[in-house]
DNA sequence: GGGTGATGTCAAATATTTTGGACATTATCC
DNA sequence: GGATAATGTCCAAAATATTTGACATCACCC
């Protein structure tokens, strides 16, 4: 559960699509640091479900439209 | 983010909806110990993202038809 | 050419999740 | 009464996520 998840995600195009947001300022935002960001962005790991929720939520989306699943 | 998140989830429910599945037998199925699952039910932390998909996924569910965020 | 903002990388330290094992409780079944 | 399955608690440890700080690059602007 830790070498590149089976999960994708649409941070970067999310954070484009409003306004160019930085990935430090989306950090600030949601509460962990920049390097989070890049790490999730890159699917290094796989994020609590708690920093999960607060990007999507941030955005105005659900979980699965940030998140998805390869095998679906 | 690890006292108590801010997720409620119907893992429990979930469970006793398909079949009485026992959280040992869960947590083989997703591949994760007994105590993870029973963690979770009990919202002591917020599991990774992984483990949460894998949970909604064996359920045949959507992540938010499992997890919600309080809040919305 | 010298600043500044954004992204990326690396390594080490800290925090959180997850594990493994031992033990208690309750209920059921024989 | 003894056996077994299911849930729960506690604790220490291993594994993974997250932080912090330093430095490199690229693009842009003045």
Redesign the pocket.
């Given at each position: 559960?830790?070498k590149r998840?089976p999960i994708t995600n649409r941070v970067r195009q999310l954070?484009e699509e409003h306004g160019g947001l930085?990935?430090?300022?989306l950090?600030d935002i949601v509460?962990?640091?920049?390097?989070?960001i890049?790490?999730?962005?890159?699917s290094r790991?796989?994020?609590?479900l708690?920093?999960s929720f607060r990007i999507a939520r941030h955005f105005g989306v659900g979980l699965e439209d940030v998140f998805g699943w390869e095998g679906d």
């Open positions: 559960m830790s998840p954070r930085s990935q430090a300022a950090g509460g962990v640091t920049r390097q989070t890049i790490a999730i962005e890159q790991y796989s994020p609590s708690e920093t």
